[in-house]
């Protein structure tokens, strides 16, 4: 070998230590050390130790997983269509217990969860209708997001969604928003509360805020607000509000001071918040503007979880939201096993706190 030869040698970057190596090295077959690395079949302890001992002496990290995927035709990952970007996705408690449900149903095939938020498929970064997913859950799905859904069927893979528009072809897990504020609506009419005003979820992809009109619930797309909206017209036919546009605390105090910043005469005696932390808002709102809770101002949500900071017992209803992530997981397994789940609907329950009371005389 000449001295240019032997420099690049050298200088050659090792190449990546196999499986068989490792078989070698331990004096096993390949079959018996690929079983010592899955944690799986008739390997015995000692056995298992000396291919791992193996495997760290060669640097073998253990099997490719782009290798594993090709072999079985599935990557392994559940992709998850979320309604918003992550950062601000991770600040609603209701989305992080749903996902957790999520995870830990498909956890028991193996199968990990990557978060995709909804935006443009045409941004050219990966999108839902490309990573390299087994099945999809749309999580909150958007009513103009047929593009997206068309771009998955076409991929021919599993999709599961949990409360969006009703579809014959998709798997739903629903919820019941419209009776759930309809027991609302029931138990602040019986308390004499004829002003009641609602602080509302996105209406639209683009979050909008402001004043609920006709012409905004007419381009509404976000299938949970629509439901939660006609629970209240059920028993409040005229009911009007303020988008507030994302569940969270200070989105519902902004909302609120919009409503309850006028003339005595003019200011709700109740508002319909359509999540707690929407509630949580309007709490704070209220105390901003020296209004006495349940006196002065009725308030009430929706979901049943605890709030972070909140020290009032809040009247709202209470939903499943890790339930809601598990049943869409398991319909995940069973598609994903050739089998057709059955469809899955969750009933609500009221929850009495100490935030509502009679209507001020």
Known sequence: ???????????????????????????????????????????????????????????????????????????????????????????????????????????????????????????????????????????????????????????????????????????????????????????LRKLGHARVALVTLALDRARTVGLLTAEREAGATVTTTLERIAGARDVYPGIGGWIAGASRSDAGRKAALALLDVPAVDRPTAILAQSDLLAAGVLAAADELGLRVPEDLSVVGFDGIRVDGLERSLTTVWQPSQGKGAAAGRAIVELLAGRSPEPVSFDVRFQPGDTTGPAPA
């Open 1 to 187: 070998m000449n001295r240019q030869s032997a420099a690049s040698a050298e200088h050659r970057p090792e190449s990546r230590p196999t499986l068989a190596a490792v078989a070698a090295r331990a004096g096993v077959s390949p079959s018996t050390a690929s079983l010592a690395f899955s944690g799986h079949g008739p390997v015995s302890d000692d056995t298992r130790a000396k291919v791992l001992a193996a495997a760290a002496e060669l640097g073998y990290g253990g099997p490719d997983p782009l290798a594993q995927s090709l072999r079985r035709g599935r990557s392994g990952i559940v992709g998850a269509l979320i309604p918003a970007r992550i950062g601000v996705s991770f600040r609603d408690p209701v989305l992080i217990q749903t996902l957790d449900g999520l995870a830990e149903e498909i956890s028991a095939i193996g199968a990990g969860l990557l978060l995709l938020p909804d935006h443009d498929p045409g941004s050219g970064s990966v999108s839902v209708t490309t990573a390299p997913v087994d099945a999809v859950v749309l999580v909150g799905c958007n009513a103009d997001a047929l593009g997206t859904l068309e771009a998955l069927r076409r991929r021919n893979i599993p999709i599961v969604q949990i409360e969006g528009p009703l579809d014959a072809d998709v798997h739903t897990v629903s919820v019941d928003n419209r009776g759930g504020v309809r027991l609302l609506a029931e138990h």
